[in-house]
Nanobody, 123 residues
Framework: QVQLVESGGGLVQAGESLRLSCAAS????????MGWFRQAPGKEREFVAA????????YYSDSVKGRFAISRDNAKNTVYLQMNSLKPEDTAVYYC????????????????WGQGTQVTVSS
């Protein structure tokens, strides 16, 4: 069982930045593809970014490409999401997720999820 704990959310103004962190309990963290997803009120959970377990290749949704950056530190069992130039439409609960030896945009492929952290961007 992998436990994931997100942190770093908060209230910011449009144009500002935040960095989310997700700490994993799993000692074999490096075997997990990691993803960030978000869910706004009344909307379905959507893919934001993912990073490969194998080679660190990253993937982004079109809505955040060029503004957000996902990274991982396997020594710290932590994945990060650096969010720059935030917009009001980025407001959502952000979740990290882990998939064993898989890197994917598909929500259903992820085995473990964190509890989420709220990001609110005011205009």
């Amino acid at each position: 069982q992998v436990q994931l704990v997100e942190s770093g959310g908060g209230l910011v103004q449009a144009g500002e930045s935040l960095r989310l962190s997700c700490a994993a309990s799993e000692r074999t963290f490096s075997d997990y593809g990691m993803g960030w997803f978000r869910q706004a009120p009344g909307k379905e959970r959507e893919f934001v970014a993912a990073i490969s377990w194998r080679n660190g290749v990253t993937y982004y949704s079109d809505s955040v490409k060029g503004r957000f950056a996902i990274s991982r530190d396997n020594a710290k069992n932590t994945v990060y999401l650096q969010m720059n130039s935030l917009k009001p439409e980025d407001t959502a609960v952000y979740y990290c997720a882990a998939a064993y030896r898989v890197t994917t945009r598909n929500t259903n492929a992820y085995d473990y999820w964190g509890q989420g952290t709220q990001v609110t961007v005011s205009s």
